[in-house]
Every structure is written in structure tokens, then in C-alpha cells.
């Protein structure tokens, strides 16, 4: 079983609960949506770790826009443990809360069994595995951000001079590896001869470890980081070195060191398990491809500071690679496995 976070200590803090007025549901099904018509749909999200880390605050970003868009409730709990993550899903699930979201790479089976007592509330959960047939209530989704991510690899290899850039990640598990990968692939079009140094922190969310690992790289002659994780950036800048982003734009943080970012937009993810469970069609299915270019989930950030400084050979590339993945003529190879330092 993969595990995406280890244990943290407990520290919740008391819930976040906002009621907009508006949108009644567009419809119900029997033993699926326990709200009733004129009441908006009840979402919780439980996340193990801060709303500000890089993955979840796109999950979080996405459900405020939904209920500020005036059609759902949305409640939140982070820095859940594992060992507690089961108890919050089924206290949300008891308190009538419609569709459950959050991340549970590191409690897959225990998830799952919750999930099977309680069949009239719908789960949509971050999972390194597949839905199964017979756990209809429950789907998953990853960040198949990978078209973007290769995006930002031409970019990479085109603004390395020394041609060796440094990746520092968080886990090697398949959402981190694809992306990684694909980055990889981005940077070896424009430099067949690229080389990488490739490192895991063993965390989610420990910027000083992400910061260390990222120092060594530069020692051991990167000019450019792949920033998977929170910290890696920091050091690109404090030694004058560049960095591309992942998930979330930081370009205006660091304004004269992340050239280009592959963003994640979960918008289209949330937006079609939203309309399931209020048609009452909510069944288990892998929601994956959502995140996908070619269906607005996922772009690269604007340039900032960095317009007019990437080579326009690289740019044309990026433009065109984009148009090709949007149009479905151009499919980048999705790898699970963990990549290697060259």
C-alpha cells in the first residue's frame, strides 16, 4: 500500500463553516443524496495536512469557489492524522454531509470500509489505487498533471546552462513520479543530453529538509530545481539560481527564480462530482482524466517576470505541444515508476 504522509500529530482546527444563500439541487436519487431539494449539497473536506500545502490547497481552492458560486456548504478539517482520518470521515458521513472529499493515499483500505457503511453518502478521494465495482459510493482522483508538467520541462531545458537541473519530491509514489517524468521528458527534447539529480524527502510538508536536499544539488552543480516541494525554491533563490514550480504559482513570490509552473486546476474534478450527486448518478469512478490539459485541468502559470527572457524556440515548442495535447494528437506517456537521478 502506498503511503502519501506519515502520521502527524493531531491539531484540528474547529471547523470552518460558511452558508451562502441560493441553488437548490437539481435533483435527488434515493439512497444516494440525503440533502432535501431546497437545501444545497453538504461537502466536507478532510485533509492531512495545512489547506496552504501545495496538492490539498487546490482541492480547497476549488470547493470555496463552489460555494461562493452559491451551490454548495463546504466544511473543511486539516492536519488529520491517519490513524484518525477514518473517525473524521464517518463523524462527517453521521452528521449528514452529502459528498466527502480529501487524500488517502495513506489510509486506502481503512477509507474504503468506511465508505461501505455508509452507501447513501459519496466519497471522492485522492488514491493511488482505481475505484472498485463493488464500493459504489466511492471514487478517486489523482493529479494527472502531467501535460503541463512537460510544458514546464521544455521551459527547464531550455533556461539550463549548465544542463544539469536538481528534483526534489516529496514521496515516490505515482502522482509525484508521473510528474517528474514528464518533466524529465520536456527538458530532454530541448537537451537530449540533460542530466538529473533526483531526491524524495521522506514528508509532505517539511520545507528545511526540501531546502537541505536542494542546497546539495546546487553544490553539486544544478542551476536549475524542480520544486515538487515547499523549500526548494528557497534555496533556489538565496543562491541566485532558477526553480520551476509544481501545482501551485509561486512566480510572484519569487519573481527573479520560478520561471514557469505547471498548475493544477481541480475545478473540473469537484464540478462533475458536484452534478453526480445531485442527479443522484454518483458511482465509482475514476475521475483521473479530469485533470488532464484537454479538459481544463491543468495549464501552465503565466511567465511573470520571465516574459521576454525564455528562448522563443522553446515558447513556439510549448504553444505547440499545448495545441496538439488539447486537440488529442499529441499523448504524453504516463510513468508511475520512480525516476532515477541521471
Known amino acids: 500500500m502506498a503511503a502519501k504522509t506519515p502520521s502527524l500529530p493531531?491539531?484540528?482546527?474547529?471547523?470552518?463553516?460558511?452558508?451562502?444563500?441560493?441553488?437548490?439541487?437539481?435533483?435527488?436519487?434515493?439512497?444516494?443524496?440525503?440533502?432535501?431539494?431546497?437545501?444545497?449539497?453538504?461537502?466536507?473536506?478532510?485533509?492531512?495536512?495545512?489547506?496552504?500545502?501545495?496538492?490539498?490547497?487546490?482541492?480547497?481552492?476549488?470547493?470555496?469557489?463552489?460555494?461562493?458560486?452559491?451551490?454548495?456548504?463546504?466544511?473543511?478539517?486539516?492536519?488529520?492524522?491517519?490513524?484518525?482520518?477514518?473517525?473524521?470521515?464517518?463523524?462527517?458521513?453521521?452528521?449528514?454531509?452529502?459528498?466527502?472529499?480529501?487524500?488517502?493515499?495513506?489510509?486506502?483500505?481503512?477509507?474504503?470500509?468506511?465508505a461501505a457503511d455508509y452507501p447513501e453518502v459519496a466519497f471522492l478521494m485522492g488514491s493511488s489505487f482505481k475505484p472498485e465495482a463493488g464500493l459504489a459510493n466511492f471514487a478517486t482522483f489523482d493529479n494527472y498533471i502531467q501535460d503541463a508538467s512537460y510544458l514546464s520541462g521544455i521551459i527547464a531545458g531550455a533556461m539550463s546552462k549548465s544542463g544539469n537541473i536538481g528534483m526534489v519530491g516529496g514521496f515516490p509514489i505515482p502522482e509525484v513520479n508521473r510528474l517528474m517524468h514528464a518533466f524529465m521528458a520536456g527538458a530532454r527534447e530541448v537537451n537530449p543530453d540533460i542530466t538529473f539529480q533526483v531526491a524524495f524527502i521522506g514528508s509532505w510538508f517539511d520545507p528545511p529538509k526540501a531546502k537541505e536536499t536542494a542546497y546539495a544539488m546546487i553544490e553539486n552543480g544544478a542551476d536549475l530545481l524542480y520544486a515538487e516541494r515547499f523549500g526548494v525554491s528557497d534555496a533556489a533563490k538565496e543562491k541566485g539560481i532558477l526553480a520551476i514550480g509544481?501545482?501551485?504559482?509561486?512566480?510572484?513570490?519569487?519573481?527573479?527564480?520560478?520561471?514557469?509552473?505547471?498548475?493544477?486546476?481541480?475545478?473540473?474534478?469537484?464540478?462533475?462530482?458536484?452534478?453526480?450527486?445531485?442527479?443522484?448518478?454518483?458511482?465509482?469512478?475514476?475521475?483521473?482524466?479530469?485533470?488532464?490539459?484537454?479538459?481544463?485541468?491543468?495549464?501552465?502559470?503565466?511567465?511573470?517576470?520571465?516574459?521576454?527572457?525564455?528562448?522563443?524556440?522553446a515558447l513556439d515548442l510549448v504553444a505547440s505541444r499545448a495545441e496538439e495535447i488539447k486537440a488529442g494528437s499529441f499523448a504524453l506517456e504516463i510513468n508511475d515508476s520512480e525516476p532515477k537521478s541521471s
Open 10 to 114: 493531531l491539531s484540528r482546527r474547529a471547523f470552518l463553516l460558511s452558508s451562502l444563500a441560493g441553488a437548490a439541487l437539481l435533483g435527488t436519487a434515493p439512497g444516494m443524496v440525503r440533502a432535501q431539494d431546497a437545501k444545497k449539497l453538504k461537502v466536507a473536506g478532510i485533509y492531512t495536512v495545512p489547506v496552504e500545502q501545495q496538492w490539498v490547497s487546490r482541492i480547497h481552492i476549488a470547493a470555496v469557489a463552489a460555494q461562493e458560486a452559491g451551490g454548495i456548504e463546504y466544511t473543511y478539517s486539516e492536519n488529520t492524522a491517519n490513524a484518525d482520518y477514518p473517525r473524521v470521515m464517518r463523524e462527517y458521513a453521521e452528521s449528514g454531509y452529502d459528498l466527502i472529499i480529501g487524500e488517502v493515499f495513506g489510509v486506502e483500505q481503512e477509507a474504503r470500509e468506511v
Open 246 to 313: 509544481n501545482v501551485i504559482d509561486t512566480q510572484a513570490d519569487y519573481p527573479e527564480t520560478v520561471v514557469a509552473s505547471a498548475i493544477w486546476h481541480f475545478e473540473p474534478t469537484l464540478g462533475h462530482a458536484i452534478a453526480q450527486v445531485q442527479a443522484g448518478a454518483f458511482s465509482a469512478e475514476d475521475y483521473g482524466t479530469f485533470s488532464f490539459m484537454k479538459e481544463g485541468g491543468c495549464s501552465l502559470a503565466p511567465f511573470g517576470t520571465f516574459e521576454g527572457k525564455i528562448p522563443q524556440e
